[in-house]
């Protein structure tokens, strides 16, 4: 079946330091990705997305490029913020599957 | 604005009470949404509907019933059969079941 493994979190970074997450999938067919992030007693915003190979989504300085070739739909950002503090979600949706599988989510705190 | 409105934001339930968590959206959206999240566990699907008058079972549908009478309305109740319901409820909506998920901001159940 369809599933999407996060990086175990949490994550803790210093304000301006370089971020990764990464997100690999197992899916039939040609999934399309998506980043949600969720911010402290709120519900999920998406924050990008790709539906096809080597798309590449990006919002608010962060990138995600699809790989079909190792299946991964890793989330970047060059500099992070204090406010980028929050839960970020992968997830993926198929044909067939008539739904969003999540991922575990990976708790990321920036500290000044 | 248009949007989802999901009330109350903290729920208590007393041993062998049925609660029920609300969820209106005014985004005229087709599809709506459950799901629970527990920590480390990412998102667990409840129950979906695709259109008025018909709703599918999610991943963990047990002890757990829903409605939908009205397009813009999806309630959750959490019936007494639901023997751990300790956890935080997200509506969501979308114009389809594979396109990008609006989300309210969540429902804090607990038990007494």
């Known amino acids: 079946g369809n599933s999407v493994t996060q990086m175990e979190g949490p994550v803790t970074l210093s304000e301006e330091a370089f971020l990764t997450i990464n997100c690999t999938y197992t899916?039939?067919?040609?999934?399309?990705l998506f980043w949600y992030v969720q911010y402290p007693g709120e519900g999920l915003q998406l924050l990008l997305k790709?539906?096809?190979?080597?798309d590449k989504g990006s919002n608010k300085g962060f990138e995600a490029t699809y790989r079909k070739e190792t299946t991964s739909f890793h989330l970047e950002k060059g500099s992070v913020q204090v406010s980028d503090s929050a839960v970020y979600f992968c997830?993926?949706?198929?044909?067939?599957?008539?739904?969003?599988?999540f991922g575990q989510g990976t708790r990321l705190t920036i500290n000044p | 604005d248009g949007g989802i409105t999901q009330s109350p934001k903290y729920l208590f339930r007393k041993e062998g009470q049925n609660v029920t968590l609300s969820c209106e959206q005014n985004?005229?959206?087709?599809?709506m949404y459950w799901y629970r999240q527990d920590p480390g566990q990412g998102l667990r699907l409840i129950y979906y509907?695709?259109?008025?008058?018909?709703?599918q079972k999610g991943d963990i549908a047990e002890g757990y019933s829903v409605s939908r009478e009205k397009k813009e309305s999806f309630p959750l109740t959490v019936t007494s059969a639901q023997k751990n319901p300790t956890a935080f409820y997200l509506c969501?909506?979308?114009?389809?079941?594979?396109?990008?998920?609006?989300f309210g901001s969540g429902t804090q159940l607990s038990v007494l």
């Open positions: 969501a909506s979308s114009t389809g079941l594979r396109e990008k998920l609006f």
């Open positions: 899916a039939t067919g040609y999934p399309s």
């Open positions: 790709a539906t096809k190979a080597d």
């Open positions: 997830a993926l949706s198929s044909w067939g599957a008539q739904k969003l599988v």
């Open positions: 985004l005229n959206h087709d599809a």
């Open positions: 509907s695709q259109i008025v008058n018909d709703f």
